[in-house]
């Protein structure tokens, strides 16, 4: 199969399609509240997953590495947005990680960074697949899909978790956090320890 006949295959586009309505989702939660956000995401995240599972396999053509368009200061301006939205919501109790300790089985997640880290994969791959130059969409689909199978596919299908417990779990998601029912400010206190961590995690 060449090249072109991958990149343009119906799968691949509708892929595309899903993924940039997703980094749009992201990129513009500061239009939703709480509950619509979550009920949102709890549709538009497994069609997500799906999509991805069934991109066709590819191998990389060119020796660069690709572009990345996502700065930091982007990333944490998406993540800080969902932490804001999120408020007390934001952590959840995650099970299938691999930092978990042996001993308790148990690791607090967080749902902003989960969903901020396959943004920033899927923005720097629709950005590519953009460029119309077969290659490039090529060895972006080869990465996207790798990263999909080793890193955040499994974040996604912990997300998808999350939001399920959020929406059927009675919890109340009208309700705001106290802290903003005190005050209209943003409580950015935690958000250089949370992008320090995030540093770390990078650096290990």
Not at 5 to 22: G, M
Not at 24 to 51: C, D, M, W
Not at 144 to 155: A, D, V
Request: some cysteine; glycine content about 2%; aromatic content about 12%.
């Amino acid at each position: 199969m060449d090249i072109k006949s991958i990149v343009y295959s119906r799968n691949v586009v509708e892929f595309v399609t899903v993924a940039r309505e997703f980094c749009a989702f992201l990129e513009n939660v500061k239009t939703h509240n709480r509950k619509s956000f979550i009920t949102a995401s709890q549709k538009l995240l497994p069609l997500l997953y799906y999509k991805a599972s069934i991109l066709p396999e590819t191998e990389p053509i060119l020796d660069e590495e690709n572009e990345k368009f996502v700065t930091e200061d982007y990333y944490f301006d998406i993540q800080n947005n969902l932490k804001q939205l999120l408020g007390a919501n934001d952590d959840f109790l995650e099970i299938y990680d691999p930092r978990a300790d042996e001993g308790e089985g148990q690791y607090t997640a967080s749902i902003s960074e989960y969903l901020s880290d396959i943004w920033q994969d899927l923005k720097n791959f629709t950005m590519l697949y953009q460029a119309g130059n077969a290659d490039i969409m090529n060895d972006a689909l080869w990465e996207c899909r790798s990263n999909y199978k080793e890193y955040w596919g499994i974040r996604l299908a912990n997300s998808i978790r999350a939001m399920h417990i959020l929406l059927f779990s009675g919890i109340d998601l009208d309700k705001e956090d106290e802290e903003k029912e005190d005050s209209n400010e943003v409580d950015t206190s935690n958000w250089f320890i949370t992008k320090r961590q995030n540093d770390l995690n990078r650096e290990i």
